[in-house]
């Protein structure tokens, strides 16, 4: 199994464009969320989603937009990149019926920069 | 709302030796998850342990444990036996209430030494 996939690794973005942040999962997880990792402030929860077409926001969920249609997949939308964008982002997933006593399982993340 | 707090930013431990990696949690939940996760230079958030809040028993894991002292809101965790490898951020998290939601202290950077 492929686990939790994140593509692009990198990207520079310019301020203003948008991009979608591609997080895909083959363990057929019913739970699927993005955080981003800044220096000094740990993981935040960006957005989250408890199934395919259900999501919500989390801690820091303005200017990012998220969809669910399907079970493996569950892209991050930049709508208009800002500078305090730039970050390191997280896709997580983790499946409901097994329960939280084995995490979640992490991509590789993807690295930002908002010039 | 929940808080976790690390307060160590770095530590250092020599090889072999235990190290205690400290957490502190805060939340008005009776039922909750404490979670510990190892982020290498390389990036990845590898899962370590977890613990529930109506766990009687502290959890392990191979070399890792949790120490859980409810009364304290406190989730440390202990490491023995030290090896090169586990030089690494490790972040303490939690969940409330059956969520999936964490909530991720600022993290503890480990030094193993040789």
């Known amino acids: 199994n492929a686990g939790v996939t994140q593509t692009p690794k990198f990207q520079v973005l310019k301020t203003g464009q948008s991009m979608t942040l591609q997080c895909a999962q083959d363990?057929?997880?019913?739970?699927m969320s993005w955080y981003r990792q800044d220096p000094g402030m740990g993981l935040r929860l960006i957005h989250y989603?408890?199934?395919?077409?259900?999501?919500d926001q989390g801690e820091v969920p303005n200017g990012y937009n998220v969809s669910r249609s399907t079970t493996e997949d569950f892209p991050l939308r930049l709508l208009s990149a800002a500078p305090s964008q730039t970050s390191v982002y997280f896709c997580?997933?983790?499946?409901?019926?097994?329960?939280?006593?084995?995490?979640?399982?992490f991509g590789s993340g993807t690295r930002l920069t908002v010039v | 709302a929940q808080k976790i707090t690390q307060t160590q930013p770095g530590m250092f431990v020599q090889e072999k030796e235990a190290v205690t990696l400290d957490c502190t949690y805060d939340?008005?939940?009776?039922?909750?998850?404490l979670f510990w996760y190892k982020q290498p230079s390389s990036g990845e958030m590898i899962f370590l342990i977890y613990?529930?809040?109506?766990?009687?028993q502290n959890a392990t894991e191979g070399r890792y444990s949790l120490n859980f002292q409810k009364a304290r809101k406190s989730a440390n965790l202990v490491i023995s036996a030290s090896q090169l490898g586990d030089s690494a951020m490790y972040f303490c998290?939690?969940?409330?209430?059956?969520?999936?939601?964490?909530?991720f202290g600022t993290g503890t950077r480990l030094k193993v030494l040789a």
């Open positions: 997580a997933s983790s499946h409901r019926d097994r329960g939280l006593k084995y995490g979640y399982t």
């Open positions: 363990m057929n997880h019913e739970y």
């Open positions: 989603s408890v199934g395919a077409g259900i999501t």
């Open positions: 939340t008005s939940d009776q039922s909750y998850g």
């Open positions: 613990q529930g809040s109506y766990d009687e």
């Open positions: 998290a939690m969940t409330a209430s059956g969520t999936y939601k964490y909530i």
